[in-house]
């Protein structure tokens, strides 16, 4: 079974403006991981989220979690060129990602 | 302290060859994990090993494939008789809960290439 499932697929965006991308899972859950990945090679933790949170902050990034909508949402604040990469999420359940957010960041 | 190590970091191999790919976890997680990710595509899960708990397999591809942890620790990845469509980033990943919920820190890869 395959928990976490992204989109969009791809989002395009100009440096300076918000980006959110959503992630939906199948089951209950303990906590759902959002992971980046820049260049094909290993993924990056980015934060975790545990069910009985809504909300929780790390720099410029913000999550939120629906238990009752099966949902997360990753929006990144004041996006930079840097911030360009594919973005995953994961629950603890079986620690399957799905395709991935692709995102781009125009200087 | 030292991250997932991946060896080798790239391999091609002729079609029909066997390969074996290494993991060292990072000291002291007892989970660890096995992905596959094709050029532009997602992560797909192959294995997991928890501790002395028998391994999950229900990813692996076909019988061709198979993994083993020895000690708790270093773990290898074998490809029998390799096909193209195995060409791909090989991503091993450790834990130190597993299941439980905590993050994953990721190796680098290895990219695989079958000729």
């Known amino acids: 079974s395959q928990q976490g499932e992204e989109d969009p697929q791809a989002l395009s965006i100009q440096e300076g403006e918000n980006a959110t991308m959503n992630c939906s899972y199948k089951t209950s859950i303990n906590n759902l991981q959002w992971y980046r990945q820049n260049s094909g090679r290993g993924l990056v933790h980015l934060i975790l989220?545990?069910?009985?949170?809504r909300e929780k902050h790390s720099g410029r990034l913000r999550v939120t979690l629906d238990t009752s909508k099966k949902s997360s949402s990753l929006l990144i604040t004041a996006s930079r060129a840097a911030d360009t990469a594919s973005y995953f999420c994961a629950t603890n359940n079986d620690m399957r990602f799905g395709a991935g957010t692709r995102l781009t960041v125009k200087p | 302290g030292a991250g997932v190590s991946q060896s080798p970091s790239n391999k091609v191999t002729e079609k029909g060859k066997d390969v074996e790919l290494r993991c060292d976890p990072i000291s002291g997680h007892t989970a660890l994990y096995w992905y596959r990710q094709s050029l532009g595509q997602g992560l797909e899960f192959l294995i997991y090993f928890q501790g002395n708990s028998a391994p999950d397999k229900s990813g692996l591809p076909s019988d061709r494939f198979s993994a083993e942890r020895t000690g708790g620790s270093v773990s290898t990845l074998t490809i029998q008789r390799t096909q193209q469509e195995d060409s791909a980033v090989y991503l091993c990943a450790s834990s130190t809960r597993g299941q439980v919920g905590s993050p994953l820190h990721f190796g680098n890869g290895t990219r695989l290439t079958v000729t």
């Open positions: 989220i545990r069910s009985n949170e």
